[in-house]
């Protein structure tokens, strides 16, 4: 039963990698309208989440009891430092995908 309990985490962590490549790939022009656009059905899951997410931040922003500053904070970095960040967290993820990757691969090729 363990077994099949690594095997299945093993292979949901380069799935949810996979979606998270998918939002860092957004700093490349080339790959912007792949992760916008032309990955139906996830492109509609992706704009509701985000509307979502506009909405939680509207109401926190208006209603919540975290301090203002900390929302105005949230939005202010200036976008050299956003896209230094975004492709540091895409280097990190092409790791992580490589060695979940070659985990999957050794536990499978082993089993």
């Given amino acids: 039963m363990a ?27 080339r790959a912007y309208s792949r992760a916008t656009t032309t990955s139906r059905p996830m492109s509609a899951l992706i704009a509701m989440v985000m509307g979502i997410l506009l909405v939680a931040l509207a109401v926190e922003a208006f209603l919540g009891s975290r301090p203002g500053w900390l929302m105005a904070v949230s939005r202010s970095w200036p976008a050299a430092e956003q896209t ?28």
């Fill in 3 to 29: 077994v099949q309990i690594v095997t299945a985490c093993a292979g949901f962590l380069p799935a949810v990698l996979w979606m998270d490549l998918i939002f860092d790939t957004q700093i490349s022009r």
């Fill in 84 to 111: 230094r960040l975004a492709r540091a967290i895409l280097r990190d993820h092409v790791v992580y995908l490589v060695g979940i990757g070659g985990f999957l691969v050794l536990w499978l090729a082993a089993g």
